[in-house]
C-alpha cells in the first residue's frame, strides 16, 4: 500500500495560482485511481476531481472545472493539482487520496461517499482577498 505526502499548500491571493504535488511511497503508484479532495473550515470533506491510473481520464467537480488541472507522472510517483483563478472559497486543507478500484468504480466510491483507501495528511491552500 502506497503512502502519500502532499506539499504545495499555502497563501495566494484571488485569481492567483497554486500547484500542490502529491508524492506516493511503497508500493506501486500506477496501480492506484488518484483523487484531490478538499475540507474548508467548518465543512464536509468534498471531491475536487480525480484521475486515472494511467492518467487517460479526468473528472472535476463543476466548482473547479476550467480553473484546475489534476496530472500525474507514474514514474516520478506523483500527482499534481494545479489551481488556477483561485477564489476565496477555494480556501481548504487539500487531500490527495488513492485507490485501486478500476475508474469507474473510483468515481462510483466517490458518488457514494466510500472512503478510498489511502489518504494524505493534508496541505492547507488559503486564498485571500
Known amino acids: 500500500q502506497v503512502q502519500l505526502v502532499e506539499s504545495g499548500g499555502g497563501l495566494v491571493q484571488v485569481g492567483g495560482s497554486l500547484r500542490l504535488s502529491c508524492l506516493a511511497s511503497?508500493?506501486?503508484?500506477?496501480?492506484?485511481?488518484m483523487g484531490w479532495f478538499r475540507q474548508a473550515p467548518g465543512k464536509e470533506r468534498e471531491f475536487v476531481g480525480g484521475?486515472?491510473?494511467?492518467?487517460?481520464?479526468?473528472y472535476y467537480v463543476d466548482s473547479v472545472k476550467g480553473r484546475f488541472t489534476i496530472d500525474r507522472d507514474n514514474a516520478k510517483n506523483t500527482v499534481w493539482l494545479q489551481m488556477n483563478s483561485l477564489k476565496p472559497e477555494d480556501t481548504a486543507v487539500y487531500y490527495c487520496?488513492?485507490?485501486?478500484?478500476?475508474?469507474?468504480?473510483?468515481?462510483?466510491?466517490?458518488?457514494?461517499?466510500?472512503?478510498?483507501?489511502?489518504w494524505g495528511q493534508g496541505t492547507l491552500v488559503t486564498v485571500s482577498s
Open positions: 487520496a488513492a485507490d485501486t478500484s478500476p475508474w469507474g468504480a473510483f468515481l462510483t466510491k466517490v458518488r457514494v461517499n466510500v472512503d478510498l483507501e489511502v
Open positions: 511503497g508500493g506501486t503508484f500506477s496501480s492506484y485511481a
Open positions: 484521475i486515472s491510473w494511467s492518467g487517460g481520464s479526468t
